[in-house]
């Protein structure tokens, strides 16, 4: 272990990944329109600031978020190592209560918009359906953000296979023949099974299966970091700045084509590894700067990400509603929606971290006792 190894308190760069991540997760989804799409209706012209903005934002995708969590996850196992059954009942209960109240608000809140934007009817049918609550609970589809939850208690079942990774740093290269049975098999399950109930259970299925390289590359990550000195990874910083910069290129080469059409691009190879790896890479390279000075305000903010992450779309909503109708760019939606929806939202959960009956909804506090859900070893 050496002496800036990550037992050795704090760690202002894992805080800046994490409300990083949160704040792009806002910016991802206001540099779109209230129906997800790019701005189809705008010329060329007017979506290339948004699907700019969009591709640099995004270098933070969910991804970074489940490997931070996991990376968090090893080092409080390494610290206080516990069983099996122990660790994923204290998971169940940290992330599948708050979820399970979201999912339950989301559900009811979805109404609002959907009255507002004309479509309420659809949505109150498809909440008397078991198969829609299904969806919502299991696959976390009852917003656009919150299947990170369930995506994220899937992986950590498998937590045993980082910890081998974390012992073994080169097992963190099995990302690239993970994605790969994700960028070959996703075509053929959405081909086979479109318009079919199974579709979004098997696709997320292959998600996981395809995100244990995710895990895997956390635990090399953190590996690294124990069996490395800063001077060795000083020297990894430019080979790894060289690499994430030209995977920012391909996205942007991949951007082009999105702003042209005005339809999102699922077919583009280079964009997808572009995607798909610039978490990594981005983690790495502030692995490599973990020794610098990173401003202590940063740790102090981290805290709020997961509320940030949860709750933004309370007020994205809100921005959507009042401009529906309205004549407006595509950059002036984007400037407006993100100067209401991140300070609101990061009030809103300032106010719930504040307060002991509500800041466990974002992830902060103590959880609500119920008999069925103690926390392991409490009587």
Known sequence: ??????????????????????????????????????????????????????????????????????????????????????????????????????????????????????????VFAALQQPVTWAGYLLLGDVKYHMHFIPTLFALLLFFPLFEVAERRPMMGLFVVPALLLKQLVDPLLYAALWDTEILGYAVRALKVLSYLGYGMAAGAVLGLWRQTTAVERQTWVGPIALTASVLLVLKLIGTVKVIATGRWVYDNPLAFWADYLMPVALLILCLTLAHKAWPAGLSRLSKYAFGLYLCHPVFLDLAEMALAGRDVTPSQSVVLELAWTLPATGCFVWTLSHHKLTAWTVGLGSLPEFPLLRRPGKA
Not at 54 to 83: D, G, H, V
Request: hydrophobic share 50%.
């Open 1 to 122: 272990m050496v002496a800036d190894g990550p037992d050795t308190g704090r760690h202002t760069w894992i805080d800046a990944l994490r409300l990083f991540a949160g704040v792009s997760m806002v910016g991802l989804h206001v540099t779109a329109d209230a129906q997800g799409q790019p701005f189809p209706e705008a010329d060329p012209a007017a979506r290339l600031a948004p699907m700019v903005l969009r591709a640099l934002l995004y270098t933070a995708r969910t991804e970074l978020f489940l490997m931070i969590s996991i990376m968090l996850l090893l080092m409080t196992l390494s610290r206080r190592p516990r069983s099996y059954g122990t660790v994923m009942a204290e998971q169940a209960r940290r992330l599948l209560i708050p979820f399970v109240f979201w999912t339950a608000a989301y559900a009811f809140y979805n109404l609002l918009k959907a009255r507002s934007l004309g479509y309420e009817a659809e």
